[in-house]
Protein backbone atom coordinates (compact mmCIF):
# COMPACT_ATOMS: atom_id res chain seq x y z
CA UNK A 1 0.00 0.00 0.00
CA UNK A 2 1.05 3.46 -0.55
CA UNK A 3 0.50 6.82 0.04
CA UNK A 4 0.05 10.40 -1.47
CA UNK A 5 3.25 11.37 0.17
CA UNK A 6 5.14 8.02 -0.23
CA UNK A 7 4.16 7.83 -4.15
CA UNK A 8 5.47 11.62 -4.59
CA UNK A 9 8.97 10.50 -2.41
CA UNK A 10 9.45 7.32 -4.62
CA UNK A 11 8.95 9.13 -7.99
CA UNK A 12 11.77 11.75 -7.05
CA UNK A 13 13.90 8.68 -5.25
CA UNK A 14 14.32 6.85 -7.91
CA UNK A 15 15.83 9.98 -10.08
CA UNK A 16 17.94 10.79 -6.84
CA UNK A 17 16.81 14.20 -6.86
CA UNK A 18 14.98 16.76 -4.43
CA UNK A 19 11.37 17.19 -4.62
CA UNK A 20 10.23 19.57 -7.84
CA UNK A 21 8.01 22.23 -8.17
CA UNK A 22 5.24 19.77 -9.04
CA UNK A 23 6.06 17.03 -6.68
CA UNK A 24 5.64 19.98 -3.63
CA UNK A 25 2.38 21.19 -5.70
CA UNK A 26 1.43 17.24 -4.99
CA UNK A 27 2.22 16.99 -1.99
CA UNK A 28 0.72 20.59 -0.89
CA UNK A 29 -2.61 19.67 -1.96
CA UNK A 30 -2.43 16.55 0.43
CA UNK A 31 -1.73 18.08 3.47
CA UNK A 32 -3.92 21.03 2.43
CA UNK A 33 -7.31 18.68 2.23
CA UNK A 34 -5.43 16.66 5.38
CA UNK A 35 -8.21 17.68 7.84
CA UNK A 36 -11.13 17.62 5.32
CA UNK A 37 -9.92 13.86 4.38
CA UNK A 38 -9.91 13.10 8.37
CA UNK A 39 -13.39 14.87 9.19
CA UNK A 40 -14.83 12.79 6.46
CA UNK A 41 -13.63 9.11 7.64
CA UNK A 42 -15.32 9.88 10.67
CA UNK A 43 -18.68 11.04 9.49
CA UNK A 44 -18.64 8.00 7.09
CA UNK A 45 -17.23 5.51 9.61
CA UNK A 46 -20.64 6.53 11.84
CA UNK A 47 -22.88 6.36 9.05
CA UNK A 48 -21.46 3.47 7.18
CA UNK A 49 -24.50 1.18 7.79
CA UNK A 50 -27.12 3.83 6.35
CA UNK A 51 -24.74 4.80 3.69
CA UNK A 52 -25.12 0.91 2.30
CA UNK A 53 -28.70 0.65 2.98
CA UNK A 54 -29.69 3.51 1.26
CA UNK A 55 -27.42 2.90 -1.68
CA UNK A 56 -29.21 -0.05 -1.89
CA UNK A 57 -32.81 1.09 -1.91
CA UNK A 58 -31.31 3.58 -4.64
CA UNK A 59 -29.66 1.75 -7.26
CA UNK A 60 -30.85 -2.19 -6.47
CA UNK A 61 -33.97 -2.61 -4.03
CA UNK A 62 -36.64 -4.23 -6.23
CA UNK A 63 -34.83 -4.71 -9.12
CA UNK A 64 -34.29 -7.46 -10.64
CA UNK A 65 -31.25 -8.43 -9.07
CA UNK A 66 -33.73 -8.42 -5.89
CA UNK A 67 -36.02 -10.75 -7.16
CA UNK A 68 -36.10 -14.88 -7.66
CA UNK A 69 -33.85 -15.80 -9.88
CA UNK A 70 -31.70 -12.63 -9.52
CA UNK A 71 -28.28 -12.31 -7.86
CA UNK A 72 -29.15 -10.99 -4.68
CA UNK A 73 -32.36 -12.92 -3.94
CA UNK A 74 -32.04 -15.49 -0.58
CA UNK A 75 -30.97 -13.66 2.23
CA UNK A 76 -26.92 -15.09 2.22
CA UNK A 77 -26.97 -13.64 -0.94
CA UNK A 78 -28.25 -10.33 -0.04
CA UNK A 79 -25.89 -10.27 2.85
CA UNK A 80 -23.20 -11.11 1.03
CA UNK A 81 -24.22 -8.42 -1.57
CA UNK A 82 -24.13 -5.98 1.45
CA UNK A 83 -20.92 -7.15 3.10
CA UNK A 84 -19.59 -6.40 -0.57
CA UNK A 85 -20.40 -2.63 -0.42
CA UNK A 86 -19.32 -2.33 3.07
CA UNK A 87 -15.83 -3.40 1.96
CA UNK A 88 -15.85 -0.92 -0.63
CA UNK A 89 -17.31 1.62 1.31
CA UNK A 90 -14.51 0.87 4.14
CA UNK A 91 -11.47 0.65 1.32
CA UNK A 92 -12.44 3.64 -0.45
CA UNK A 93 -12.59 5.43 2.61
CA UNK A 94 -8.63 4.17 3.77
CA UNK A 95 -7.71 5.03 0.35
CA UNK A 96 -9.20 8.63 0.58
CA UNK A 97 -7.47 8.82 3.33
CA UNK A 98 -3.86 7.69 1.93
CA UNK A 99 -4.78 10.09 -0.87
CA UNK A 100 -3.70 6.96 -3.01
CA UNK A 101 -5.28 3.95 -5.04
CA UNK A 102 -2.96 1.24 -4.75
CA UNK A 103 -4.87 -0.13 -1.71
CA UNK A 104 -7.97 -0.59 -3.66
CA UNK A 105 -5.89 -2.57 -6.25
CA UNK A 106 -4.25 -4.87 -3.50
CA UNK A 107 -6.64 -5.62 -1.36
CA UNK A 108 -9.82 -5.25 -3.02
CA UNK A 109 -9.96 -5.58 -7.15
CA UNK A 110 -7.16 -8.35 -7.31
CA UNK A 111 -9.41 -11.29 -9.15
CA UNK A 112 -12.19 -9.58 -8.01
CA UNK A 113 -13.81 -9.35 -11.46
CA UNK A 114 -13.10 -13.42 -12.24
CA UNK A 115 -14.79 -14.00 -9.01
CA UNK A 116 -17.72 -11.97 -9.65
CA UNK A 117 -18.02 -13.80 -13.52
CA UNK A 118 -17.85 -17.14 -12.12
CA UNK A 119 -20.37 -16.61 -9.28
CA UNK A 120 -22.68 -14.39 -11.66
CA UNK A 121 -22.66 -11.68 -9.83
CA UNK A 122 -23.62 -8.59 -12.27
CA UNK A 123 -20.87 -6.33 -12.78
CA UNK A 124 -22.98 -3.29 -14.14
CA UNK A 125 -25.45 -3.91 -11.03
CA UNK A 126 -22.38 -3.68 -9.09
CA UNK A 127 -21.04 -0.52 -10.28
CA UNK A 128 -24.66 0.89 -9.73
CA UNK A 129 -24.29 0.20 -6.48
CA UNK A 130 -20.88 2.00 -5.87
CA UNK A 131 -22.30 4.71 -7.78
CA UNK A 132 -25.17 5.20 -5.44
CA UNK A 133 -23.32 5.02 -2.45
CA UNK A 134 -21.08 7.55 -4.37
CA UNK A 135 -23.73 10.04 -4.19
CA UNK A 136 -25.29 9.10 -0.90
CA UNK A 137 -21.35 9.71 0.76
CA UNK A 138 -21.10 13.12 -1.24
CA UNK A 139 -24.71 14.10 0.83
CA UNK A 140 -23.76 13.71 4.01
CA UNK A 141 -19.99 14.59 3.90
CA UNK A 142 -20.31 17.70 1.51
CA UNK A 143 -19.38 18.51 -1.82
CA UNK A 144 -15.59 18.83 -1.48
CA UNK A 145 -14.80 15.52 0.74
CA UNK A 146 -17.42 13.85 -1.60
CA UNK A 147 -15.50 14.72 -4.78
CA UNK A 148 -12.38 13.32 -2.67
CA UNK A 149 -14.61 9.90 -1.89
CA UNK A 150 -15.88 9.90 -5.28
CA UNK A 151 -12.25 9.45 -6.96
CA UNK A 152 -12.48 6.16 -5.26
CA UNK A 153 -16.10 4.98 -5.62
CA UNK A 154 -14.96 5.42 -9.41
CA UNK A 155 -11.72 3.92 -9.46
CA UNK A 156 -13.07 0.50 -7.93
CA UNK A 157 -16.32 0.57 -10.35
CA UNK A 158 -13.62 0.88 -13.40
CA UNK A 159 -11.51 -1.82 -12.30
CA UNK A 160 -14.72 -4.34 -11.99
CA UNK A 161 -15.68 -3.05 -15.72
C1 LIG B 1 -12.25 -7.14 0.90
C2 LIG B 1 -12.15 -7.73 -0.45
C3 LIG B 1 -13.24 -8.73 -0.79
C4 LIG B 1 -14.23 -8.57 -1.72
C5 LIG B 1 -14.48 -7.36 -2.57
C6 LIG B 1 -14.99 -9.79 -1.76
C7 LIG B 1 -16.06 -10.06 -2.63
C8 LIG B 1 -16.77 -11.28 -2.80
N1 LIG B 1 -18.10 -11.30 -3.03
C9 LIG B 1 -18.52 -12.60 -3.12
C10 LIG B 1 -19.83 -13.07 -3.32
C11 LIG B 1 -21.01 -12.33 -3.60
N2 LIG B 1 -21.12 -11.01 -3.91
C12 LIG B 1 -22.43 -10.69 -4.16
C13 LIG B 1 -22.81 -9.33 -4.53
C14 LIG B 1 -23.86 -8.85 -5.30
N3 LIG B 1 -24.83 -9.56 -5.96
C15 LIG B 1 -25.68 -8.73 -6.59
O1 LIG B 1 -26.62 -9.08 -7.33
C16 LIG B 1 -25.39 -7.31 -6.30
C17 LIG B 1 -25.42 -6.46 -7.54
C18 LIG B 1 -24.02 -7.41 -5.64
C19 LIG B 1 -23.87 -6.43 -4.43
C20 LIG B 1 -23.67 -5.03 -4.88
C21 LIG B 1 -23.20 -11.86 -3.96
C22 LIG B 1 -24.71 -12.01 -4.05
C23 LIG B 1 -22.31 -12.92 -3.61
C24 LIG B 1 -22.65 -14.35 -3.32
C25 LIG B 1 -22.80 -15.10 -4.63
C26 LIG B 1 -23.04 -16.55 -4.44
O2 LIG B 1 -22.42 -17.18 -3.56
O3 LIG B 1 -23.88 -17.07 -5.15
C27 LIG B 1 -17.38 -13.45 -2.98
C28 LIG B 1 -17.39 -14.97 -3.02
C29 LIG B 1 -17.22 -15.58 -1.64
C30 LIG B 1 -18.31 -15.20 -0.70
O4 LIG B 1 -19.51 -15.43 -1.00
O5 LIG B 1 -17.98 -14.62 0.34
C31 LIG B 1 -16.29 -12.62 -2.79
C32 LIG B 1 -14.84 -13.07 -2.63
N4 LIG B 1 -14.47 -10.63 -0.82
C33 LIG B 1 -13.41 -10.03 -0.23
O6 LIG B 1 -12.70 -10.51 0.69
Not at 92 to 98: C, G, I, R
Not at 108 to 132: C, D, F, R, W
Not at 139 to 159: N, P, Q, T, W
Amino acid sequence: MQDAITSVINSVDVQGKYLDSSAMDKLKGYYQTGALRVRAASVISANAATIVKDAVAKSLLYTDVTRPGGNMYTCRRYAACIRDLDYYLRYATYAMLAGDPSILDERVLNGLKETYNSLGVPITSTVQAIQAMKEVTASLVGADAGKEMGVYFDYISSGLS
